[in-house]
């Protein structure tokens, strides 16, 4: 086990893009969320985007992002993001890393003044940091329908006092994140 004391989380900037694709890709074991990191990155309605690395000593190990989300088709837009991806180094899963991101990233957002963020993720695994499953039971439907076994997967966190008062209704993500492709579960695409 390694000591998350020694542990340093910190702001992406660009000399930290090539560290990235190798922690996306070693994560998942295939390019596609490599690839759609690089996309996000600059897409400016992403913005504004919370991207965070990892390091032990002075290897980085893991990576999140937090993009912007909106509400479909409404005027008034409080700030809300989404939750994507989040990556671990296969050799240092499981040992807390992916929580120290998720913190650190949420202290980040709530300086910007966010107000709730979504993720599309592992249901047994985001509620350990704060998520709430079923998030379209909650007032938040996805941007694409979610197959109801997965339903719990759509989760979210409130983060402002203001919370769920900022708003209700349908999500949508900035621009590349909103293409149908990502919301599928289509091996044929990695
Ligand atoms: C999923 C992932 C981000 C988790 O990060 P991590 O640093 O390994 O997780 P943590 O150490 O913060 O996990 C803490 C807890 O979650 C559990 N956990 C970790 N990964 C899990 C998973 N995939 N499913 C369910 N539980 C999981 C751990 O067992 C641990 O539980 P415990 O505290 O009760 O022992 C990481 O394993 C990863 O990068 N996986 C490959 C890419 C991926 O699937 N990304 C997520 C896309 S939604």
Redesign the pocket.
Known sequence: MINLNNIEIRKTNQDDFDNIMIVEKQ??GYDKEAKLVAELLADRTAKPIVSLLAFCEDEAIGHILFTRAYFDNQKVQPMMHLLA????KAEY???????MLIRAGIEILQEKGSNLVFVL??K??YP?YGFIPNAAMLGYPAPYPIPEEFSDCWMVQPISPTGFEAGKGKIKCSEELNKPEHWRNDESDR
């Open positions: 994560a998942f991806p989040l990556a671990i899963q499981r040992q807390g890393i992916g929580g993720g592992h047994e695994y350990k």
